[in-house]
C-alpha cells in the first residue's frame, strides 16, 4: 500500500543520511562522497496540467452524479406509474368479472320471460279454442249465443243486442278469463322485452369491460416497457459514473504522484543542502585542528534530523484511506491493521453477502485511517462526536463528515479539498472518491488533527 511505501521511502532515506552522519564522524574529509542522484522533479506545467485534468474528471463525476439522480427520480416516478397501471389493470378485470356476471344473469332472465310468454300464449290459444267450440255448439242448437259470428249475422240492432246480452250471459266467465289472459300475455310480453333491454345493456357493459380490460393491460405493459427502458438507461449511467470515477481516481493518482515526487526533490535539495552546510562546518573544524586530522575522535554538535511518527499527519491519514480505494464495502469491516471480513446483518448486508468479503464500512474506513492518531470507535455516531467540532464552512482535508438526522447518523467520510471526498458508501459498491453530497449533511465536520 501507497502509505507502507512511504514509510520505505523514509527509512531508506533515513539510513542515507545515517551514513553520511557516520562518515562524518570518522573524520573522513580527504576523499569526496558521492552524492545520491536526485529523484524526479516534475515541472509545474506538468503538475497544473495533472490537476487540471483531475478537476475535469471531477466536473464529469459530479454531472454524470447529477443525470444519475434525475434518471433514478425518473425511474421511480415510472415504478409509481407501473404500480398505478397494475391496479387500474386489476380493476378493469374486476369490472369485466361483474360485467360478464350481469350479462350471464340477463341472458337467464331474458330466457325466463320467453318461456313465461310462450307458456301464456299457449293457454290464451286453448281459452280461445274453447270459447269458440262453445259458441258454435250453441249455435248449432239453435241457439243466438255463438263467437264473432254472432255479432255478424244479426239482422236488426235489437236482435245484435239480444244476442250480445245472451252470450254476456251464458259465457261470460270464459270471456273474463278470456280477458286475464290477454292481459297476462301483455305483461308477459313486457317483461320479455324489458328483459331483452337489461340483455342488451348488459352485452354492452360487458364490451365495454373487456376493451377497458384490453386497454388496461396494454397501458401496463407500456409502462413496464418505459419501466425496462429507464432502468438499461440507469444502469449505463452508472456504469459511465463508475468508469469516469475511476478515471478520477487516476487522475487523482498522478497528481498525488507527481506532487509526492516535488516534494521528495524538495527534501532532497534541502537535505543535500545541510550535508554541504555539514560537510563545510567539518572541514573548517578539520582545519582548525590539524592534530586530530586522522583521529577522527570528535564527535558532532548536531543529529540527523528525525521523521515524525507514521500517521501522526493530516496527509498521513489522507493517504491511508487514499490506499484502499476500490476495496469492497464490508459491513462492519475494517480496524486499524486495515480490511477485515465483514458481519451479518440479517438484512441489506447480507443479501450482498457483505459477510463474505474483506473490506470496510464507512466507520471501519476511518478507524484505519487515522490509527497514527488515535483509536475511534467502530460507530460513525460516536465518531461525530470523537473530534473538535468544525463549521461546514471552514471543513479542510483530513476532517471527516457525517450524514444522518433526527434518527442518528448512518454514514461518515473524509473531505480531500475542492469537494471531494473519500468513503466506502454502501452494500455494493467499493472504496472512492466521490464529491461531497450536501443532502442530509451535518452540520459539523468533526476534526482529529489540528
Avoid at 8 to 19: E, S
Avoid at 175 to 199: F, G, I, P
Avoid at 342 to 362: E, L, M, P, S
Avoid at 397 to 409: P, Q, S
Wanted: proline share 4%; hydrophobic share 35%.
Amino acid at each position: 500500500m501507497r502509505g507502507e511505501a512511504g514509510s520505505g521511502a523514509g527509512a531508506r532515506r533515513g539510513a542515507t543520511i545515517g551514513a553520511w552522519g557516520i562518515a562524518l564522524l570518522l573524520g573522513v574529509t580527504g576523499t569526496a562522497i558521492a552524492v545520491p542522484p536526485p529523484p524526479p522533479n516534475p515541472s509545474d506545467s506538468e503538475i497544473n496540467s495533472s490537476k487540471a485534468d483531475a478537476n475535469a474528471k471531477a466536473g464529469d463525476v459530479g454531472r454524470l452524479t447529477n443525470q444519475l439522480a434525475q434518471a433514478e427520480s425518473k425511474l421511480a416516478q415510472l415504478n409509481d406509474d407501473v404500480e398505478l397501471k397494475m391496479e387500474e389493470a386489476n380493476k378493469a378485470r374486476v369490472d369485466a368479472d361483474a360485467a360478464q356476471d350481469e350479462a350471464a344473469q340477463a341472458d337467464r332472465e331474458a330466457q325466463s320471460a320467453r318461456t313465461e310468454s310462450d307458456a301464456a300464449q299457449a293457454t290464451i290459444d286453448k281459452a280461445r279454442a274453447d270459447l269458440d267450440k262453445f259458441a258454435a255448439a250453441s249455435f248449432q242448437q239453435g241457439s243466438t249465443i255463438g263467437s264473432v259470428s254472432a255479432y255478424l249475422t244479426a239482422d236488426s240492432p235489437k236482435e245484435l243486442l239480444g244476442r250480445a246480452q245472451m252470450l254476456d250471459a251464458v259465457g261470460g266467465s270464459r270471456l273474463n278469463a278470456l280477458d286475464t289472459m290477454k292481459r297476462a300475455q301483455t305483461e308477459k310480453s313486457n317483461k320479455d322485452a324489458t328483459a331483452r333491454k337489461k340483455q342488451e345493456i348488459a352485452q354492452e357493459r360487458k364490451r365495454a369491460a373487456e376493451a377497458a380490460k384490453h386497454e388496461a393491460d396494454n397501458a401496463q405493459s407500456a409502462a413496464q416497457h418505459a419501466q425496462d427502458t429507464q432502468a438499461a438507461q440507469n444502469e449505463k449511467l452508472e456504469a459511465d459514473k463508475t468508469s469516469v470515477e475511476k478515471q478520477l481516481f487516476e487522475a487523482q493518482q498522478k497528481v498525488s504522484g507527481l506532487q509526492g515526487q516535488r516534494q521528495r526533490y524538495d527534501d532532497w535539495k534541502a537535505q543535500k543542502a545541510r550535508e554541504d552546510e555539514e560537510r563545510a562546518r567539518q572541514a573548517a573544524l578539520a582545519a582548525s585542528r590539524p592534530s586530530q586530522g586522522q583521529g577522527g575522535g570528535g564527535r558532532p554538535s548536531s543529529r540527523p534530523v528525525q521523521s515524525a511518527p507514521a500517521g501522526a499527519s493530516v496527509e498521513a491519514a489522507v493517504q491511508r484511506a487514499l490506499s484502499q480505494l476500490g476495496l469492497p464495502y464490508a459491513w462492519g469491516g475494517g480496524n486499524t491493521s486495515g480490511p477485515t471480513r465483514g458481519i451479518r446483518d440479517g438484512g441489506v448486508a447480507d443479501r450482498y453477502g457483505d459477510y463474505n468479503k474483506i473490506g470496510f464500512d464507512c466507520s471501519g474506513l476511518m478507524i484505519y485511517a487515522f490509527a497514527g492518531v488515535r483509536a475511534l470507535p467502530h460507530y460513525s455516531g460516536y465518531q461525530y462526536n470523537a473530534g473538535r467540532r468544525v463549521p461546514l464552512s471552514q471543513m479542510r482535508r483530513g476532517d471527516m463528515l457525517f450524514w444522518g438526522g433526527g434518527g442518528g447518523i448512518h454514514h461518515v467520510a473524509m473531505y480531500l479539498g475542492n469537494g471531494q471526498m473519500v468513503e466506502a458508501p454502501q452494500s455494493g459498491l467499493r472504496v472512492r472518491v466521490a464529491p461531497v453530497r450536501y443532502g442530509g449533511i451535518m452540520p459539523y465536520a468533526a476534526r482529529l488533527i489540528g
